[in-house]
Nanobody
């Protein structure tokens, strides 16, 4: 069974940075793509960024292009999301997901506010 544990969220000022981590277990690392989603209050969960199984292909939502960077370390079965120049509209609970598995982690809260 796939288990996902997100961490690294917090309260940050606009323009600040955070690095999220997603520790994964229960599947063979390096086989499946992974992605980050987020859900703001009152809104649907949306795809933020995705990375392929080898980590050499990525894609991003238009709203985060140029500010966020997704990466993964298959040796550690961990995925990351470096978030720079954060904006108040980035405030949400951030979740990671492994392609083809229905599991979600508990999420990590990111709040961008002055």
């Amino acid at each position: 069974q796939v288990q996902l544990v997100e961490s690294g969220g917090g309260l940050v000022l606009p323009g600040g940075s955070l690095r999220l981590s997603c520790a994964a277990s229960g599947f063979t690392s390096g086989i499946f793509g992974m992605s980050w989603y987020r859900q703001a209050p009152g809104k649907e969960r949306e795809l933020v960024a995705a990375i392929n199984n080898l980590g050499d292909s990525t894609n991003y939502a238009d709203s985060v292009k140029g500010r966020f960077t997704i990466s993964r370390d298959n040796a550690k079965n961990t995925m990351y999301l470096q978030m720079n120049n954060l904006k108040p509209e980035d405030t949400a609970v951030y979740y990671c997901k492994v392609a083809r598995f229905p599991s979600w982690g508990q999420g990590t809260q990111v709040t961008v506010s002055s």
